[in-house]
């Protein structure tokens, strides 16, 4: 009975070891994209140098070549897109998004991964270097869709993001407003809050937008040029909240010094 409790405990380490070691960071899982990539550019290179050497000699070993290092590269750029979606995955789940976004991101990630899989069953199967062709052709389609999935939730990510720093603005701007508003002499100020509280409200209703453009990040359509659009209404958004603060700063520096 003691030797089964003492094999029991040692078990039970040894898992703790293993799930201890499997939990990594997004740093981390960042780092392993990074990685996957370089892997990904040395196949990529070792392809290039196999059709060179195929055009110069056309024999049956240089063709077999050419597909052996073709299956490399494809296998190799599916490693990195799988890195590149666990440590997105990763970078949600440590954020402080909201649980459905974070949700919305995993499923989006394991839908991705299952593709992954199913694609590097094509890669396996390759045996042509027209099927080499037809793969890659394949492997771009899903490519795109994976970019419009990590797009649209990284839009859902930013958009919660500005509308927490628009919020915490906002509430700074009614703090000082609520001061100024005990002041005799607070026309200056006011004038400052007034122009403070515009920008934020312009701001705010940037980020509904940008909202609405994120999730006409889809297929069929265009989703990187939504994606875009999106961009550039938070980028405008971004300047209205500075704007927002320097007069917010301006107002603080008239009621303290007075």
């Avoid at 392809?47 to 070993?61: F, G, I, M, V």
């Avoid at 515009?198 to 940037?206: G, L, P, T, Y």
Wanted: glycine share 4%.
């Amino acid at each position: 009975m003691k030797k089964s409790w003492i094999v029991a405990a040692v078990v039970a380490s040894l898992l703790f070891q293993v799930g201890a070691a499997s939990a990594i960071t997004s740093g981390e899982a960042k780092q392993e994209w990074r990685s996957a990539q370089s892997a990904r550019i040395e196949a990529d290179a070792a392809y290039k140098q196999a059709q060179l050497d195929y055009a110069a000699d056309k024999t049956p070993e240089n063709d077999k070549k050419v597909i052996d290092t073709a299956k490399t590269v494809l296998d190799a750029a599916l490693n990195e897109a799988e890195a590149w979606l666990n440590w997105k995955n990763l970078e949600a789940k440590e954020s402080g998004v909201p649980a459905d976004i974070k949700a919305n991101i995993e499923t989006d990630v394991n839908k991705n991964l299952a593709k992954i899989a199913t694609l590097r069953q094509d890669v396996l199967n390759i045996k042509t270097r027209a099927e080499v062709g037809v793969v890659f052709l394949k492997m771009i389609g899903s490519y795109v869709e994976l970019l419009a999935d990590v797009a649209r939730n990284t839009g859902a990510m930013w958009v919660y993001l500005g509308n927490e720093i628009a919020d915490k603005t906002a509430g700074y701007e009614v703090k000082l407003r609520a001061a100024a508003e005990k002041m005799s002499d607070n026309a200056e100020i006011m004038a400052k809050l007034d122009v403070a509280k515009s920008e934020i409200d312009v701001a705010k209703n940037k980020i509904k937008t940008a909202e609405g453009v994120y999730k006409k990040v889809v297929l069929p359509g265009t989703p990187l040029i939504m994606f875009a659009e999106g961009n550039e209404y938070l980028r405008q958004a971004r300047l209205n909240l500075i704007n927002a603060h320097i007069q917010l700063e301006n107002a603080f520096n008239l009621i303290t010094s007075k």
